[in-house]
Structure formats: C-alpha cells, structure tokens
C-alpha cells in the first residue's frame, strides 16, 4: 500500500484559498487517491477522489500531476467550518481494498 | 438506513470487563471496516468484512479483539478483558465494491477506567 506525506498542519483566513499537498511517491498503477474531512467527535467524511488530472465537485477540487506522485487538494474560500483534519488516502477502492489513513493535515481557519 | 449507525455512542466500562460495539452499515453494502481512534491519532485499521466473511483481519491489536458480521450487515465487534489501553473511539465505515468513498459512523467512545 502506497504511503502518504502530507503536513502536520496548516494556518489560514476566512475566504482564502487552501492548497494541501499530499506525497505519494510508490504509488500503484490502480490506485486511486482520496481525500477525507474529519471533524472532532464524527467519523472522517469523503471529499473527492480522482485518478489523474483534474476533478472538481461543490466542495473542492483535486489536481494530480502526470506522474500521479502526488496530489494537491483545494479548498476555495475557506470558512471557519472547514477547520478540519485532512487526509489524503491511496488505494485500491473497485475492489474493496481497505484504507490506510496517515496523520492527515489539520488545518485551522482563523477570523 | 440512511447513514451508517453505531451503538452506543459513549461506554464506560470497568478494566476486565467485556464490551460489545455495533455498527448498522448503509442497507445494500457490502463491505464494512472498522478502525480504532486513539485521542489526537490518526486512525487505526483494524478488520474488513466482505459479506460475512473478514479477509482482512491482520489490524485486531491482541485476540482479546474479535469481530462478527451477521446475515451481511449488521456487526459487533467484541473487546474481551479491557484494558485502560483499549480507550479509544472506534469508527466503523461501509462502502460499495463498485468504488466511490466510505461512509463512516459517528464512532463508539469506549472508556476503560
């Protein structure tokens, strides 16, 4: 299973743009790369998933470079509900395989 | 049901004693997991489930932990003689095999005092 490197943690601004990184180096020629959102006291909540390129939904978007060695989420105009921890996941997600979470990136939202 | 339901959402339980944790997973999926939260940790893969059957158990920390699937849906996972380093919550999540994301609950805040 491909191993993640993402940040420890990360400051922002209500209404700026947030870009979180995420390494994946090995990463397998049929995995895909996904992002949670977890909140204290809930369960992680699934974001967006991609492959290669781009993807975008309501709530972010996900680049992924050619080499797919990593990826990048972005969050648009941050608000102070988006204080959160991020993680960034790879695997094997058509056939059931299981997720492997890393320490994930927990972002702050300040006034 | 709607959403992926676990019960209860708070125990405290005596060191020793035995516990039982459920998880309802979303009607119609197939797979269902369970991870471990220990407080400020990431989380911890414990065991998946196919239907009933668990091809992946290699994330139970002892055989104090085991777990079941009934009739593919419904779950329990059993903590046998608790220890103070079993506190944690415990998550459990669904997902379709045809991909997409998992779903997780709410979790079990499991206190071993």
């Known amino acids: 299973l491909a191993k993640t490197t993402q940040p420890i943690s990360m400051d922002s601004y209500e209404g700026q743009e947030v870009n979180i990184t995420c390494s994946h180096n090995?990463?397998?020629?049929?995995?895909?790369i996904t992002w949670y959102q977890q909140f204290p006291s809930q369960g992680p909540r699934f974001i967006i998933q991609g492959y290669k390129t781009k993807v975008t939904n309501e709530v972010a978007s996900l680049f992924i470079p050619a080499d797919r060695k990593s990826s990048t989420l972005s969050l648009p105009r941050v608000s102070l509900s988006d204080t959160a921890v991020y993680y960034c996941?790879?695997?094997?997600?058509?056939?059931?395989?299981?997720?492997?979470f890393g320490q994930g990136t927990e972002l702050s939202v300040k006034p | 049901g709607a959403g992926v339901s676990q019960s209860p959402s708070n125990k405290v339980t005596e060191k020793g004693k035995d516990v039982e944790l459920r998880c309802d997973p979303i009607s119609g999926h197939t797979a269902l997991y369970w991870y471990r939260q220990s407080l400020g940790q990431g989380l911890e893969f414990l065991i998946y489930?196919?239907?009933?059957?668990?091809?992946?158990k290699s994330g139970l920390p002892s055989d104090r932990f085991s777990a079941e699937r009934t009739g593919g849906s419904v779950s329990t996972l059993t903590i046998q003689r608790t220890q103070q380093e079993d506190s944690a919550v415990y998550l459990c999540a669904s997902s379709l095999l045809a991909g997409g994301g998992y779903t997780f609950g709410s979790g079990t805040r499991l206190t071993v005092v």
């Open positions: 996941l790879v695997g094997i997600y058509n056939q059931g395989g299981k997720l492997i």
């Open positions: 489930f196919q239907g009933n059957s668990a091809p992946d």
């Open positions: 090995n990463i397998a020629t049929n995995d895909y």
